[in-house]
């Protein structure tokens, strides 16, 4: 079955950048598109931006260009979103998830990223 | 970007019927999807293009509407209902509803 494992919760610095994963199993990554979710806890789901696997084209949220890059590596079916300059507007539960026709049915568990010094 | 309205929070009793409701600020075709979110977990996908029932889910949930306004319908409200649900279009980019919070007397 899909499954879209997400890396555990990160607390880093301002200023600092992270990078956040994403292992699929149980489909084929690498003709597949990847969307990334921020959601703040008790808030609404904001979505970052979308990454397809075969040649690593992305769209994003202009709210967060210069924010988030978003990359693939197509031999380990994983798909990775660096977030930069980070502050405290930036603490938040990141989701990402396989993107079919503009509805997601798979999401990852969510990774929550805490900025502080 | 196109704005998504939901009211903030409902409360029903077991057994009866529930609509949440969603209006967007500018015309989404039928490309309005629904999703319920526990606390400390990722959403899940109850319902996409408005009517259609996502795989897995219990036929206790339905979905209407086309155009601005849309309603999730649960009928008969189960305890394990407790949940945020959240609608999302995606005819303009993908935007995401403030959530309705639905408590159970």
């Known amino acids: 079955q899909v499954k879209l494992q997400q890396s555990g919760a990160e607390l880093v610095k301002p200023g600092a950048s992270v990078k956040l994963s994403c292992k699929t199993s149980?489909?084929?990554?690498?003709?597949?598109?990847m969307s990334w979710f921020k959601q703040i806890p008790g808030q609404s789901i904001e979505w970052i931006g979308m990454i397809y696997a075969g040649d690593g084209g992305t769209g994003y949220n202009q709210k967060f260009k210069g924010k988030a890059t978003l990359t693939v590596d197509t031999s380990s079916s994983t798909a990775y979103m660096d977030l930069s300059s980070l502050t405290t507007e930036d603490s938040a539960v990141y989701f990402c998830a396989r993107t079919g026709h503009g509805w997601f049915a798979y999401w990852g568990q969510g990774t929550l990223v805490t900025v502080s010094s | 970007d196109t704005v998504l309205t939901q009211s903030p929070a409902l409360a029903v009793s077991p057994g009866e019927r529930v609509s949440i409701s969603c209006r967007a600020s500018e015309g989404v075709n039928s490309y309005m999807h629904w999703y319920q979110q526990k606390p400390g977990q990722q959403p899940k996908l109850l319902i996409y293009k408005a009517s259609n029932l996502a795989s897995g889910v219990p036929a206790r949930f339905s979905g209407s509407g086309s155009g601005t306004d849309f309603t999730l319908t649960i009928d008969p409200v189960e305890a394990d209902d407790t949940a945020t649900y959240f609608c999302?279009?995606?005819?303009?980019?993908?935007?995401f509803g403030g959530g309705t919070k639905l408590e159970l007397k």
């Open positions: 999302q279009q995606s005819w303009n980019e993908w935007t």
């Open positions: 149980g489909y084929t990554f690498s003709t597949s598109y």
